[in-house]
């Protein structure tokens, strides 16, 4: 069962309709890549940790353990990231020099994550 605000139900529905966006634009922009790349794999790996990462605020919201400043502070976080990893990746292929920006801001927003998450 979703507890989450209407407000919250609203703002996770229009990340949802984005991301989906995002997907048929990529499937239909006609560009081929190689998904067993390193540039690839480092980037399906940072998507994961991502998608992770959100579900961990996700359960802070459902079990009631983050206000709603904190869930703001920790979305923008994970904006702030997605945007890294956006830039990064915006050339079609992530070097291992950007990558390791985009690894340090993960783990700087994976450690105030956990942070709520010892506080509860």
């Known amino acids: ?3 989450s605000a209407p407000p919250e139900q ?3 529905k229009a990340l949802e309709n984005k991301t989906s966006q995002d997907i048929y634009q990529q499937k239909h922009d006609a560009q081929l890549g190689n998904p067993d790349s390193k540039s690839s794999e480092r980037m399906q ?5 991502n998608v992770n990462e959100q579900r961990r605020i996700q359960n802070g919201i459902d079990d009631g353990s983050l206000t ?8 923008r976080g994970q904006a702030r990231v997605d945007r890294d990893e956006a830039n990064a990746a915006a ?7 950007e ?3 985009v690894q340090g801001a993960e ?3 994976s ?10």
């Open 1 to 3: 069962m979703d507890r």
């Open 107 to 109: 783990n700087r927003q």
């Open 10 to 12: 609203a703002r996770l």
């Open 91 to 97: 050339n079609g292929r992530a070097r291992a020099g």
């Open 45 to 49: 790996t940072d998507v994961q940790r």
């Open 111 to 120: 450690k105030r994550i956990l942070s709520r998450e010892t506080q509860r």
């Open 99 to 101: 990558q390791q920006r």
């Open 68 to 75: 709603k400043r904190e869930v703001g502070s920790l979305e």
